[in-house]
Structure formats: structure tokens, C-alpha cells
């Protein structure tokens, strides 16, 4: 049962346009939400979050938006730079045992 | 400050062989955590460590998946026997505490092919 999705498993962008990775989760408890960044070789590493009460979290060129009724939430990457292309992971957290769900990824290949 | 450490990177064995894999969280680290990627999928979770206690193990297949954290520091994930669906990354991350609703830090992954 796979809580959170993210339908596009691949997206290319041009060098200084914007990036929107999309994700999606069906458990209305989850109270906290993260992106990571993986690097082919490398493990994932922590790119931004947002916790449930807020709608926005901006850190340089990375925003995330969250829409708590609709269980969507994306990152927007602004401008997209050739160094962004990686796969991209959304995760939640589940407030009994800190429990962190996963969805599946996109890659983003950003072309110069 | 150093990363979380795995090893072996990179492990190719037959069906029904054994492997193990050890993971070293970042130090002061209380919260460990084991994850499988198999290609194509997100991390999925198989085992949560709080110090040298299991926090969750539901996903853990037990009749050939075992992980331990002794002395609440490294640990390893063994599988025996494995099996062709096995082949996957392992993951190991770690946070600062349970509650902890920021990142986890992730190791590099053990890469593991059964044949």
C-alpha cells in the first residue's frame, strides 16, 4: 500500500525554468513532509521540509507548497540548474513512531 | 563530522547464500533505520531502531531478514536465505531521536545482487 505517490516517474526541465515535482499521500495523519535529493551512487540526502500547520517553506530556490486538503504537495526549483538533475523523493512522516513513508521518485534531468 | 558509514558498498551472491550488512550511524545518532530500495521505488522501510531497541519491525521479512543494534551504536541487517526478489539497495539512516521531525541522514547504501 503505497501512502505516498509520485506519478511522474520522470521530468526534464530547461536550464532556467522552473522545475515542479509533484507528490501525493493518502494519510490524512501525516504531520510533517520532506524532499530529498539523491545522486546516482549516493544516498539521499535532505533538501527541504514543511510541517503540516504551514502551507509554504521557501529555502533559496527551492519552495514547497503543501495543500493539506487535496494531500498534494510539490517543489518548485527556480531556476532549474544543470547540478539539480537527480532523483527527487517526497517523504511524510507519521506522528506515532516518527515513521517515514516514501514515494517511489522522479528523476529530473535539467538540459543546459 | 563524519557520515553514516555502510559496508560493503557493492555484494553479488547466489540465491539461498547468506550476506550481512553494517552500518555505523552518525555518533549521538539514537534513532536507526534500515531501508530497502529496489529499483524503480522509493525507500521502504524495514526496521527502526531507537538506541538497541526495535521501535518497528512490521516490514521486516523475519523468516530470512534479521537486524540488530547491540550496544545501540552500528549495526547489521543479515539476510539469509536470500532470494532473486532480495535484490535491492540497502539503506541505513539515522536521526538525532525518535521525535526528530527533521532529516534523516542516509549512508551511501550497500548495492546487493543475487543471482
Known amino acids: 500500500d503505497q501512502q505516498v505517490k509520485q506519478n511522474s516517474p520522470s521530468l526534464s526541465v530547461q536550464e532556467g525554468r522552473i522545475s515542479i515535482l509533484n507528490c501525493d499521500y493518502t494519510?490524512?495523519?501525516?504531520?510533517?513532509f520532506l524532499w530529498y535529493k539523491k545522486y546516482p551512487a549516493e544516498g539521499p540526502t535532505f533538501l527541504i521540509s514543511i510541517s503540516s500547520i504551514k502551507d509554504k517553506n521557501e529555502d533559496g530556490r527551492f519552495t514547497v507548497f503543501l495543500n493539506k486538503s487535496a494531500k498534494h504537495l510539490s517543489l518548485h526549483i527556480v531556476p532549474s540548474q544543470p547540478g539539480d538533475s537527480a532523483v527527487y523523493f517526497c517523504?511524510?512522516?507519521?506522528?506515532?513512531?516518527?515513521?517515514?513513508?516514501f514515494g517511489t521518485g522522479t528523476s529530473l534531468t535539467v538540459i543546459p | 563530522e563524519a557520515g553514516v558509514a555502510q559496508s560493503p558498498r557493492y555484494k553479488i551472491i547466489e540465491k539461498r547464500q547468506s550476506v550481512a550488512f553494517w552500518c555505523n550511524p552518525i555518533?549521538?545518532?539514537?534513532?536507526l533505520y534500515w531501508y530497502q530500495q529496489i529499483l524503480g521505488q522509493g525507500p521502504k522501510l524495514l526496521i527502526q531502531f531507537q538506541n538497541n531497541g526495535v521501535v518497528d519491525d512490521s516490514q521486516l521479512p523475519k523468516d530470512r531478514f534479521s537486524a540488530e543494534r547491540l550496544k545501540g551504536v552500528d549495526s547489521t541487517l543479515k539476510i539469509q536465505p536470500a532470494k532473486l526478489e532480495d535484490s535491492a539497495v540497502y539503506l541505513c539512516?539515522?536521526?538525532?531521536?525518535?521525535?526528530?521531525?527533521?532529516?534523516?541522514?542516509f549512508g551511501e547504501g550497500s548495492r546487493l545482487t543475487v543471482l
Open positions: 517523504a511524510a512522516i507519521h506522528p506515532t513512531g516518527n515513521q517515514f513513508y
Open positions: 539512516a539515522s536521526s538525532l531521536s525518535r521525535l526528530n521531525t527533521g532529516e534523516l541522514f
Open positions: 494519510n490524512s495523519m501525516f504531520d510533517y
Open positions: 555518533s549521538g545518532h539514537a534513532t
